[in-house]
């Protein structure tokens, strides 16, 4: 089945700049990989989500790039605030069926 | 719209005994998931409904833990007997479809501690 391995497990940066995590799959045949932000005591949160034949998309301060050939996907956030503070999943499906298998997540800490 | 609505929002249970959860989807969703989230990893599926039937359970323990879905709207899992390795947050989730246009809308999930 799909694997998926989500690094750094950490991070720590200074308001205003930017961070970057990345996300490694295993099944060539995966087409969907969403990124999730998921706060103390909630479920995740949809933030960003792009699909096979995206190279790249972009909303307003985040943006992900996917690179099919190496198997790997990154989420890019910029101008970083303290409300970005959270744990940062990213996830890989195949086909309609949404089935998806999540990173390990990242502890993102913004500190002003 | 309303979101996923779970319930309990906390359980604690000695091993061995038995336990449910409840979640209700968005309304017009008709595929529900439940995944289990053990501290510092990211969520695990355990099932997937579409409408009231099951699209995959292979992740599920099935000798403790059972899900349905009747009328194809709220769902319940349970785990009978509970174990101490069963301790997590069990997310519920939903989407409009099986369409490669329905992302998935998570609840804030019930913290399960079996002690």
């Known amino acids: 089945g799909e694997n998926v391995e989500q690094h750094p497990s950490t991070l720590s940066v200074q308001e205003g700049d930017s961070a970057v995590i990345k996300c490694t799959y295993s099944?060539?045949?995966?087409?969907?990989f969403p990124w999730y932000k998921q706060e103390l005591g909630k479920g995740p949160q949809l933030i960003i989500d792009?699909?096979?034949?995206?190279g790249e998309k972009k909303d307003q301060r985040i943006a992900v790039t996917l690179n099919k050939t190496a198997k790997h996907f990154s989420l890019h956030i910029t101008e970083t605030q303290p409300e970005d503070s959270a744990v940062y999943f990213c996830a890989a499906s195949t086909g309609s069926a949404r089935q998806l298998t999540f990173g390990s997540g990242t502890q993102l800490t913004v500190l002003p | 719209e309303a979101g996923v609505a779970q319930s309990p929002r906390y359980k604690i249970i000695e091993k061995r005994q038995s336990v449910a959860f409840w979640c209700n989807p968005i309304s017009g969703h008709a595929t529900l998931y439940w995944y289990q989230q053990i501290l510092g990893q990211g969520p695990k599926l355990l099932i997937q409904?579409?409408?009231?039937?099951?699209?995959?359970d292979s992740q599920l323990p099935k000798d403790r833990f059972s899900a349905e879905r009747l009328k194809g709207v709220d769902s319940t899992l349970k785990i009978q007997p509970a174990k101490l390795e069963d301790s997590a947050v069990y997310l519920c989730?939903?989407?409009?479809?099986?369409?490669?246009?329905?992302?998935?809308?998570f609840g804030n999930g019930t913290r399960l501690t079996v002690t």
């Open positions: 099944d060539s045949a995966s087409n969907y």
């Open positions: 409904f579409q409408n009231n039937g099951v699209v995959d």
């Open positions: 989730a939903s989407s409009p479809g099986q369409g490669k246009n329905s992302p998935l809308h």
């Open positions: 792009i699909r096979s034949n995206v």
